[in-house]
């Protein structure tokens, strides 16, 4: 038995196909397939409630700031990822992430109360956040960033 995670297939992937169009096929994928002496058997779909975000890293410490403000405005500080993109490979997602951080630093460099937005950190998974420069550069990955929240609770 064999296991194989994210595999990438397009029943018009061919070279054929490519010649005639000049366009190259979408790529689908499977999260998980399991083979039998080389047969597919079975496939997986997984879920999970993790969904792809980007943070709008500004530097921010808070001096004299009130808490409850902070926490209201703290929804200012994320981007959200269209699920048309964060459902392709990681490859497929950098250009419109990269895209979507262009245009929001064009349209806001500065977020009110937190201040001039100095980079973006796109958490991709679980363990894989990429950061990029405010002209939507990839700078870095790392398995981990943490960033400080403003929260009330009653």
């Known amino acids: 038995m064999r296991v194989v995670p994210e595999l990438v297939y397009s029943p018009w992937a061919s070279e054929e196909e490519l010649a005639a169009t000049g366009k190259k ?12 002496n080389g047969l597919p058997v079975a ?23 009130p808490v409850f403000i902070l ?9 959200v990822v269209d699920e048309a993109i964060w459902e392709q490979p990681l490859n497929d997602q950098l250009e419109p992430v990269q895209e979507q951080i262009k245009e ?21 998974g679980e363990n ?9 550069q990839l700078s870095s990955t790392k398995m981990d960033y943490f960033y400080s929240k403003a929260t009330l609770s009653i």
Not at 25 to 31: E, G, M, Y
Not at 43 to 65: A, M, V, W
């Open 25 to 36: 096929a979408k790529a689908w994928r499977i999260d998980l397939v399991l083979f039998v």
């Open 43 to 65: 496939t997986l779909e997984l879920k999970s409630e993790f969904k792809p975000y980007i943070f709008i890293e500004t530097g921010f410490k808070r001096t004299s700031q």
């Open 128 to 136: 894989l956040v990429l950061i990029f420069s405010t002209t939507g």
């Open 71 to 79: 926490a209201t405005l703290q929804s200012n500080r994320f981007l």
């Open 104 to 124: 929001h630093y064009r349209q806001q460099p500065v977020i009110d109360m937190w201040g001039e937005v100095k980079q973006y950190v796109y958490y991709y």
